[in-house]
Structures are given as C-alpha cells and as structure tokens.
C-alpha cells in the first residue's frame, strides 16, 4: 500500500491558477486525481501513467495539465483558467495497472486538500 500526500490546495479567484501536488511513499504505476464537490460523487479528473501517458475528463481539458517525477514519486497537476465549478476536494490516488482506468476503484488514496475558486 503507498501512502499519498496531496498539498497546494486553497483559495482563490476564478480565473486564477494553482498548483497541487502529492508525494507517494513509494513507486507507483498510474497515478492521477479525483475530486469531489458538495453533495456530488467523486468523479475523475485526470491521470498519468508511468510511462507519461495522460488522460482528461472533458471538463478540464486545456485547463489542466498533470506530470510526475518518478524519481521524487510525485505527482502534480497545474489548473489554471480556474472556474467556480472547479471548487472540490481534490483526492490523489494511485493504482497498480500500468494504464488508466477510470471505471474501477484505484487502491490507494490521498486525504484530499480543498480547492476553493470564488467568482
């Protein structure tokens, strides 16, 4: 089991531009983000494989941009042109297949960190 460590969350305007990143305990496979707004299901934001493979929901397309440092076992994502709708919890999590699948339960979770975006 890896332990992941989400960090960079906060508060800010629409429009605006943060950074999160999480380090995993140890290698990971596929690693990617979930996030989780009030009185909603977590759904997937976006993913990357070991190799550098990614993959975007639709709504964060050209907005989003997540990489990894295998060596460092640290994943990031750069949101920028943040909306109000992006306002969540935001969840690292990592998976053992070697490819994103988002319809499944990935393993290992972060504790999440809040994105707050006001208009």
């Known amino acids: 089991q890896v332990q992941l460590v989400e960090s960079g969350g906060g508060l800010v305007q629409a429009g605006a531009s943060l950074r999160l990143s999480c380090a995993a305990s140890?290698?990971?496979?596929?690693m990617g983000w979930f996030r989780q707004a009030p009185g909603k299901e977590r759904e997937f934001v976006g993913a990357?494989?070991?190799?550098?493979?990614?993959h975007y929901a639709d709504s964060v397309k050209g907005r989003f941009t997540i990489s990894r440092d295998n060596a460092k076992n640290t994943l990031y994502m750069q949101m920028n042109s943040l909306k109000p709708e992006d306002t969540a919890v935001y969840y690292c999590?990592?998976?053992?297949?070697?490819?994103?699948?988002?319809?499944?339960?990935?393993?290992?979770w972060g504790q999440g960190t809040q994105v707050t975006v006001s208009s």
């Open positions: 140890g290698r990971t496979f596929t």
């Open positions: 999590a990592a998976d053992s297949m070697p490819v994103v699948i988002t319809n499944r339960v990935w393993p290992d």
């Open positions: 990357i494989t070991w190799s550098g493979s990614t």
